[in-house]
């Protein structure tokens, strides 16, 4: 299915009303795509992962920390629809601080045989290089050998260099800016926004140290 464009120049989006913890204040350069969009946004993707998995369970496997809140909306809207699946999660890093490191450090709980033989979806917040992606796919394949492996992730970045892997469902095509909220972090603030902003360089100068525990 083809994903939603955002432009290079802001949007003319409204701000004024949105919610967010006050010490965040001063922390965005503007909003990129707000909360009602990403909701509108999931239930068009869950419809097309529901046209490909009529009938099946597929497994929706969660990259957290990031792709967590939209991973829910997607869940919803797959609930609305009458679609069984299955649910997995897994923890995976390559980011410090706003740029990719070039390596993937995996984590979490997950047992490869829970998807051995079912047809799984990954469901990611962002992909910009596709270096995760690149590490984890040969990792399931191998160690998992699933019966279909597929990507949804809620944003793509438009880079100069192609991405190294790609995904099937793509909620939105955004600009090379670093972006935080629904999920997504800059070194584990900013998650708890709803909607998806561009960080100024008040929030990346920001020590969250100033924060109470």
């Given at each position: 299915m083809e994903h939603i464009?955002?432009?290079?120049?802001?949007?003319?989006?409204?701000?004024?009303?949105?919610?967010?913890?006050?010490?965040?204040?001063?922390?965005?350069?503007h909003l990129l795509i707000k909360e009602e969009e990403i909701i509108a946004r999931a239930t068009d993707l869950a419809k097309a992962i529901h046209e490909d998995y009529k009938g099946k369970r597929p497994v929706l496997l969660c990259v957290l920390k990031g792709a967590s809140s939209f991973y829910f909306h997607l869940l919803e809207a797959l609930q609305d629809l009458r679609q069984g699946f299955y649910t997995e999660f897994l923890r995976l890093s390559s980011y410090e601080g706003t740029e990719t490191s070039g390596t993937v450090k995996v984590g979490g709980g997950l047992n490869y045989?829970?998807?051995?033989?079912?047809?799984?979806?990954?469901?990611?917040?962002?992909?910009?290089?596709?270096?995760?992606?690149?590490h984890l796919l040969p990792i399931?394949?191998?160690?998992?050998?699933?019966?279909?492996?597929?990507?949804?992730?809620?944003?793509?970045k438009r880079l100069q260099t192609p991405a190294k892997c790609e995904a099937k469902y793509v909620g939105f095509s955004i600009p090379n800016q670093f972006v935080i909220g629904c999920g997504l972090d800059y070194n584990e603030l900013y998650r708890d926004l709803r909607g998806i902003w561009v960080i100024s360089q008040q929030g990346i100068d920001f020590d969250p140290k100033q924060l109470h525990a």
């Open positions: 464009v955002i432009p290079d120049a802001p949007r003319e989006l409204e701000s004024a009303g949105c919610i967010y913890p006050p010490e965040y204040e001063g922390h965005f350069s045989q829970d998807l051995t033989g079912k047809d799984v979806v990954i469901v990611e917040d962002i992909i910009d290089t596709g270096t995760t992606l690149s399931l394949e191998k160690e998992a050998k699933p019966n279909s492996l597929n990507v949804c992730t809620l944003l793509t």
